[in-house]
T-cell receptor
Framework: DGGITQSPKYLFRKEGQNVTLSCEQNLNHDAMYWYRQDPGQGLRLIYY???????QKGDIAEGYSVSREKKESFPLTVTSAQKNPTAFYLC?????????????FGPGTRLTVL | AQSVTQLDSQVPVFEEAPVELRCNYSSSVSVYLFWYVQYPNQGLQLLLK??????LVKGINGFEAEFNKSQTSFHLRKPSVHISDTAEYFCAVSALTGTASKLTFGTGTRLQVTL
């Protein structure tokens, strides 16, 4: 079955530690995205990538980093510089990076900083 | 820049009753419009989208939405809800003039269906 997988489902980290969230898709989509979801705030775009080896900052990129070395993978690193990292993180992909292309979402990773 | 307003944070409704979830947007350019549904601790699933053409859009699970350009609205409706429709619903917009698919989401409306 084609889809988007995110791992792990739940993640705990201590303050000051970097952590990497995994996102893999087998839909052969060119574009991939990372969103952060907080209660009562909807989803906010962190980073997006329209093609391999290229990515752009979204609205709240500070404290995060990404890489896009393979078409099917778009890992997100939450660094110690991110002041409030506890949130639900959603990865998405679309067939292309055009405005008209529908985004499909993974199941999410819930990150809790202890 | 675009913005989306979902005025109702929660909407309680009895099973088999009709429901309307409101969405208003603001944009200086034309937009595409989307409704997504999120079940607890899961990702988002596309319900329906408006790109062009007929202003009445039909989606999955019996939902439909109507694009009203003059009122800048894209309200979601269902004539008879089921318990399984209990979820969070997000309205989103994407500007036509952008070069990338960048969605701006509303804050969500929690639909609570009870017997």
């Amino acid at each position: 079955d084609g889809g988007i997988t995110q791992s792990p489902k739940y993640l705990f980290r201590k303050e000051g530690q970097n952590v990497t969230l995994s996102c893999e898709q087998n839909l052969n989509h060119d574009a991939m995205y990372w969103y952060r979801q907080d209660p009562g705030q909807g989803l906010r775009l962190i980073y997006y990538s329209q093609i391999v080896n290229d990515f752009q900052k979204g609205d709240i990129a500070e404290g995060y980093s990404v890489s896009r070395e393979k078409k099917e993978s778009f890992p997100l690193t939450v660094t110690s510089a991110q002041k409030n990292p506890t949130a639900f993180y959603l990865c998405a992909s679309s067939i292309g990076g055009r405005v008209v292309d529908t985004q499909y979402f993974g199941p999410g990773t819930r990150l809790t900083v202890l | 820049a675009q913005s989306v307003t979902q005025l109702d944070s929660q909407v309680p409704v009895f099973e088999e009753a009709p429901v309307e979830l409101r969405c208003n947007y603001s944009s200086s350019v034309s937009v595409y419009l989307f409704w997504y549904v999120q079940y607890p601790n899961q990702g988002l699933q596309l319900l329906l989208k408006y790109l062009s053409g007929s202003t009445l859009v039909k989606g999955i699970n019996g939902f439909e939405a109507e694009f009203n350009k003059s009122q800048t609205s894209f309200h979601l409706r269902k004539p008879s809800v089921h318990i399984s429709d209990t979820a969070e619903y997000f309205c989103a917009v994407s500007a036509l003039t952008g070069t990338a698919s960048k969605l701006t989401f509303g804050t969500g409306t929690r639909l609570q269906v009870t017997l």
